[in-house]
């Protein structure tokens, strides 16, 4: 037969496929039968968002589109303008713009942040340098010199009566003094600050909304950033100490606090101190191993906790979208070759090119297991980061996938420095949107198509966030259950895709935000994602009235085992005389059996079940008495 050149291409063009021509499906599995793990409200954080700081972002339509979109932590020290900030006299000196000192009032954003943001978790700096601001009457007048405007010499050390080097660059023709508006500041002066908002005599603020402090910012980079006071970098192990006594001296006037440290800068400063490794023990140490290794010894030598958030910065240079959708591996794919890889190639001491893979996350937690034992209790952050693509799709992409990696491994916070369009509406999509606990998924081609599913504590709800990287192709994708019976029918779903080159975020019902509603089966969805997009589709189980172990058993009831095989017993206790009635439920809420239904008196009580009769699967087990009801999964398996 003959088939027209026409007809023939159009039949090559739906082989090969093009943009917009959904692909072969990609399977993802979501197993409900696996441990879940909570999911950190913190990971859903911004830098900079109240006023009355200087040079931040914070306004108050920032503080009305926080609560709009459900930002949960923010980090508002301020960065390098925390290094030399005065809590006494509300001052900062900052060093990226002539050392200048300006009014800084912490005190009014923490209570900003009290009244307009109720619930919202602070995070403050405690300053390391032993310099802090004094005056301002010392500051160089970059109005008068070219009426405040940018230009390259803007961290040219000025303040203190400095000339300025008119060719430009960091270095000023004559350097100001930093005596004249700098003044010496304590390990007792930066801990002070816990007194004046937590003290007797204080201002009364809530410290637990307030519980976590950043241990000062970059200091490896102190000789670059604050060279007006660190002409030499100061070595890792003068750090060390610096750190060592500020975090006692917190820990002391505040035991519950949460330090947070030592927030390198970026990739580079992640493994290098300066620019070499440490020397130790007879060997060479990358910085972050280094700081690890001597917190565990400090700890071990004094009996005091000093780290319980270990943070990093990360500011990736690529600007090609195909490569910033991948920068979410950075952090804990053992197998990503990353393109910008440099500091990395020097984590074992010397230069090995060959060494192309981060996972800098990863690689922390397995310093802090092997040098703090597997119970540390530290958790992960992120406190800055920024992503170089203008296109907002592409930023929406990159920070969903991002926070869905960090809520599968459990980071706790998470607070992007860099803000830009597309971030917010996929705060808002994951804050208002997901769940409390993560559930294991696997995707056939992670690469592409990645699934982030959470259920709530009464496992009847589940939302799984989509995420599509390819740049032009829509992607189908295969949606297979374990362990959650769908209730079958119509499931709402929300997309984030085509955004444009404006802001489209304005508040929780005013937003960019594309509704569709999805068929679901009982275990199976076939969805159809838009190229780079982030979506998410809610469903509910078909399992009504029954709440499995996540919540707290009023019976202490168990099974045993479980998974089980053949023979399961049932124990539980009840506080006082009462009917027991004890059920079992099959994965579609249908009632198999009553196990029994019968008056025990008060104590421990043991029953057997016979769970050979049952199919492979997920049942559910309800204890019934005259006051309680409470249920708890049971799964039956051959091979257990």
């Known amino acids: 037969m003959r088939i027209s050149s026409s007809l023939t291409i159009l039949f090559l063009l739906l082989i090969v496929g093009n943009p917009g021509f959904a692909q072969n499906p990609i399977r993802v599995d979501i197993d409900l039968t696996k441990p879940t793990k909570p999911v950190s409200p913190y990971i859903y954080g911004k830098n900079n968002v109240l006023p009355n700081t200087f040079l931040t972002s914070g306004t108050s339509e920032e503080v009305t589109k926080a609560k709009e979109a459900g930002v949960r932590f923010i980090r508002q020290g301020g960065g390098n303008n925390s290094t030399k900030y005065?809590?006494?006299?509300?001052?900062?000196?900052?060093?990226?713009?002539?050392?200048?000192?300006?009014?800084?009032?912490?005190?009014?954003?923490?209570?900003?942040m009290f009244e307009e943001l109720p619930g919202v978790q602070g995070m403050w700096s405690f300053q390391l340098l032993g310099k802090a601001a004094s005056n301002a009457n010392n500051n160089f007048n970059d109005w008068s010199y070219n009426q405040s405007q940018w230009w390259s010499g803007i961290t040219q050390n000025l303040a203190g009566g400095g000339t300025p080097n008119k060719a430009g660059g960091s270095k000023a023709s004559v350097e100001g003094n930093p005596n004249l508006y700098l003044m010496a500041w304590t390990a007792d002066s930066t801990v002070g600050i816990l007194d004046k908002w937590f003290g007797a005599k204080g201002l009364g603020y809530d410290k637990s909304k307030i519980q976590y402090w950043s241990m000062d910012n970059e200091p490896e980079i102190w000789s670059g950033t604050h060279d007006d006071v660190m002409k030499t970098q100061c070595s890792a192990e003068e750090f060390m100490q610096l750190y060592f006594k500020v975090a006692k001296a917190a820990r002391a006037k505040y035991p519950d606090i949460k330090l947070s440290g030592p927030v390198p800068a970026n990739e580079w400063q992640w493994y290098r101190y300066g620019n070499d490794g440490i020397p130790s023990d007879g060997k060479k140490y990358c910085w972050l191993e280094f700081f690890i290794k001597r917190i565990a010894e400090e700890e071990k030598a004094s009996g005091i906790r000093l780290l319980d958030l270990l943070d990093i910065h990360y500011y990736p240079e690529s600007t090609d979208a195909a490569k910033c959708v991948q920068l979410h591996r950075v952090f804990f794919d053992r197998n990503y070759d990353y393109p910008e890889a440099n500091g990395v190639h020097t984590v074992n001491g010397g230069w090995d090119s060959n060494i192309n893979k981060e996972y800098i996350l990863?690689?922390?937690?397995?310093?802090?297991?092997q040098y703090m034992g597997a119970n540390h209790g530290v958790g992960l952050a992120v406190t800055e980061t920024g992503m170089k693509s203008t296109n907002a799709n592409v930023q929406a992409v990159w920070y969903a996938s991002t926070m869905g990696e960090f809520m599968k491994n459990g980071v706790e916070v998470f607070t992007p420095w860099s803000w830009d369009i597309g971030m917010w509406e996929t705060l808002h999509l994951f804050s208002r949107y997901n769940q409390k606990n993560y559930i294991q998924a696997a995707s056939q081609n992670e690469t592409l198509i990645s699934a982030y599913p959470t259920i709530n504590t009464a496992s009847d709800s589940m939302t799984v966030v989509l995420v599509n990287r390819s740049l032009t192709e829509k992607q189908t994708v295969d949606l297979n259950f374990s362990g959650f019976q769908i209730n079958p029918g119509s499931c709402p779903m929300y997309s984030i895709s085509g955004l444009g080159s404006t802001e489209t975020f304005i508040s929780h019902p005013n937003n960019a935000l594309k509704k569709a509603v999805v068929q679901a089966l009982a275990t199976h969805i076939s969805i159809e994602l838009a190229p780079l997009s982030v979506n998410t589709i809610t469903m509910q189980s078909l399992v009504t009235g029954l709440t499995p172990t996540l919540q707290k058993n009023p019976f202490n009831a168990s099974v045993y085992p479980n998974p089980a095989s053949e023979q399961t017993v049932l124990n539980f206790s009840i506080p006082e005389k009462s009917r027991m009635n004890i059920t079992v439920f099959n994965s579609n809420g249908q009632i198999l059996e009553t196990i029994i239904n019968s008056v025990f008196e008060a104590g421990n009580h043991q029953l057997n079940l016979d769970s050979s009769r049952y199919p492979d699967g997920i049942y559910w087990i309800r204890f019934n008495s005259e006051t309680n009801v409470e249920t708890i999964k049971l799964i039956k398996t051959k091979n257990q």
């Open 86 to 112: 005065n809590w006494r006299l509300k001052l900062s000196s900052h060093p990226d713009w002539y050392n200048n000192v300006y009014a800084n009032d912490w005190d009014i954003a923490a209570k900003t």
């Open 362 to 369: 990863g690689r922390c937690s397995d310093w802090l297991t």
